[in-house]
């Protein structure tokens, strides 16, 4: 059965902090892993990864994923208030439609 | 106008009643899902719909039917209501054309539906 396991579920920073979310799955046949950022509506796409190593970047947020160990991280840099949201990792599953995780909840205080 | 459309946004309604979200796209996307969101358990796949004529089950169909009645529109019906399918209902597309080695790709979400059962 094809997992996607995401932790923390919840965490709380305070603004200027690093923080780094982890996802791991098992799924039959890996094709490619998705990070979504969801803030109060509905989720908006981060980062796709498909090549193992390769660090895929957006102003503060990146992410990397490894194969071999069957996980990927994303981290944010010198956070903000309103990096406060749930993230999302997914992974396609053999019929190719995206299984997620059960999110991260990442609250930034002032 | 929002290029995934969902409706209606909320709704309550009583045990036992049958219920149909709508979902209409102007994307052109080929691809439609439908997802079910509660608190702590992130979203979790109900049906899928490739093409007109293809419906997958998801993780969690029980309970649930599907009609992809043209490429712009997909609904979600439940035929007779229950308190547990209480919940945030997301429908999204995403576009063949642009996935990548068979890759689903990016979904496009809508606002989302929030159902209520009594």
């Known amino acids: 059965e094809d997992k996607v396991v995401q932790s923390p579920l919840s965490l709380v920073v305070h603004e200027g902090d690093t923080v780094t979310l982890n996802c791991s799955y098992e799924v039959t046949n890996f094709r490619s892993l998705l990070w979504y950022k969801q803030e109060k509506k509905a989720p908006t796409f981060l980062f796709m990864l498909?090549?193992?190593?390769i660090e895929k970047k957006s102003g503060r947020l990146s992410s990397i994923l490894d194969k071999k160990e069957l996980f990927s991280i994303l981290n944010i840099t010198a956070t903000q208030t309103g990096d406060s949201a749930i993230y999302l990792c997914?992974?396609?599953?053999?019929?190719?439609?995206?299984?997620f995780g059960k999110g991260t909840s990442l609250l930034v205080t002032p | 106008d929002a290029d995934v459309t969902q409706t209606p946004r909320n709704r309550i309604t009583k045990t036992g009643k049958r219920i149909m979200l709508e979902c209409s796209q102007t994307?052109?996307?080929?691809?439609m899902y439908w997802y079910r969101q509660d608190p702590g358990l992130g979203l979790q796949l109900i049906y899928y719909?490739?093409?007109?004529?293809?419906?997958n089950k998801g993780e969690i169909s029980d309970g649930y039917s599907v009609s992809r009645q043209a490429q712009a529109k997909f609904s979600l019906s439940l035929e007779s209501a229950i308190p547990n399918q209480t919940a945030l209902y997301f429908c999204?597309?995403?576009?063949?054309?642009?996935?990548?080695?068979?890759?689903?790709?990016?979904?496009?979400f809508g606002e989302g539906s929030r159902l209520t059962v009594l």
């Open positions: 999204a597309t995403s576009d063949s054309s642009r996935s990548v080695a068979g890759n689903t790709g990016e979904l496009f």
């Open positions: 997914a992974v396609p599953n053999s019929g190719y439609a995206l299984n």
């Open positions: 994307k052109g996307h080929d691809r």
């Open positions: 498909t090549s193992s190593g």
């Open positions: 719909s490739f093409d007109v004529k293809d419906i």
